[in-house]
Structures are given as C-alpha cells and as structure tokens.
C-alpha cells in the first residue's frame, strides 16, 4: 500500500532533550516536506527536499534541522526542543517538486508532539 | 506573494443541506488551486484542483469548486451534506504550480448534524 509514515504518532517530550520524528514514503517520490499545524494558522512549510541531499527551508524553519540520505526518508530533528514547538506535524510527499500542474501531496498521519 | 483566506473557521450545516466552504486568494499571477481534506485523526488528502484547464472542478465524494476570477475565488460546494462529509478543509494556493511552493490557508472545520 502506498502510504506515508511517520512515527512516533504521539510524544511528550521535555525543554532541551533532542528529539527526532520520523518519515518514510514507499512511493519513490522525489519531493518531501515537513509541516506544522497550529490551530488557527492552518499548515505552515518547515522545510522541504527536492531530492536526496537537497534541503531547502520553508516558511518557518527556526528550530529544526531535517536531512535526506535516502529517498524514502525525511527525519526531522529538533536539538533543543521548546514549548512554543508544541504542535501536530506532517509529513508530506509528492512525485515531483518541480512538475507544473499541481503535483498531489501525500500526507502521513501526523505526530503531536508536546513540549513541556 | 500569494496567499488564500478561508472565510469561517467553523461552518454547520444539516445532513442534506448545501455545503458551501469560501476561498479567497492572492495571487500575482493566474495561480493553481487546490482543496484538501483532513478527517480526524488523519493527515490531508487531496479533494480537488485547478490548473486553468477548465474553471469548474470536481472533486472526490461529490464535492465541487468553481475558480472564478473577477471575485478571485474557489468557493468548495456540495449540494448534499453527509454525515461522513465532518472534516476540516483546507484551501491552498501555488502560483508555480509546483508542490513546494504550496501555500495553505487556515482551514474551515466543517460540522454535519442530523
């Protein structure tokens, strides 16, 4: 089954303590994207990945470090995690970053993440 | 810059009733658009989009929006609400058409009642 996962699905977690969410796609997608969700402000882009050993920043990347070694994966690392980075976060792929005409996102399940 | 404004963070509707879910965007140039869809406890899946091929969409589960220029909108409509229909909606706006360049709105969390 084509699918986007992410884990772990929930985690509570303290001020400082390095934490990383994972993300894994079987779809052989180029693009990956890493967003946050914060009621109110909808979905905002951290950062993205054209491809392996392309990174890019989004729209709110203060905070967090990605890397992608692999195609399928896209782990996103907060080194000193604060209470303002309490969210839901989202993993998203696509066939293409570049392919005009609109390329649909696939989104895994999302991780809550608190920060105490 | 480019950016969408849903209008309604919250709209009720009865089960039968019309759904109607405002989009309003920003665009410097004829942009791309898109719906999505999260049910509770999932992530967003596509509902529809448009790429200027043709100014009425449909989209899965009945669901249709019309791009509309002159009012620069791409209001989300179905004509009878079902109970499955409770979900948050989301528009989106990219005016490269690309993915990585996709901009969401806030979302309008859209509640179905008997």
């Known amino acids: 089954e084509a699918q986007v996962t992410q884990n772990p699905r929930y985690l509570i977690t303290v001020t400082g303590k390095k934490l990383t969410v994972t993300c894994s796609q079987n779809?052989?997608?180029?693009?990956m994207s890493w967003y946050r969700q914060d009621p109110g402000l909808g979905l905002r882009q951290i950062y993205y990945s054209m491809n392996v050993e392309v990174t890019d920043k989004g729209d709110v990347p203060e905070g967090y470090k990605v890397s992608r070694k692999e195609k399928r994966n896209f782990p996103l690392i907060l080194e000193s995690p604060s209470p303002n980075q309490t969210s839901l976060y989202f993993c998203?792929?696509?066939?293409?970053?570049?392919?005009?005409?609109?390329?649909?996102?696939?989104f895994g399940s999302g991780t809550q993440l608190s920060v105490l | 810059a480019q950016s969408v404004t849903q209008l309604g963070s919250h709209v009720s509707v009865s089960e039968g009733a019309l759904v109607l879910l405002r989009c309003n965007y920003s665009?410097?140039?004829?942009?791309?658009l898109f719906w999505y869809v999260q049910y509770p406890n999932q992530g967003l899946q596509l509902l529809l989009k448009y790429t200027s091929a043709a100014t009425l969409v449909k989209g899965i589960n009945g669901f249709e929006a019309e791009f509309k220029k002159s009012e620069t909108s791409f209001h989300l409509t179905k004509p009878s609400a079902h109970m499955s229909d409770a979900a948050e909606y989301f528009c989106?706006?990219?005016?490269?058409?690309?993915?990585?360049?996709?901009?969401f709105g806030t979302g309008t969390r859209l509640q179905v009642t008997l």
């Open positions: 665009s410097s140039v004829p942009p791309y």
């Open positions: 998203a792929s696509s066939f293409s970053g570049t392919s005009v005409g609109g390329e649909k996102l696939f």
């Open positions: 989106a706006v990219s005016k490269t058409g690309t993915a990585s360049k996709l901009t």
């Open positions: 779809m052989n997608h180029e693009y």
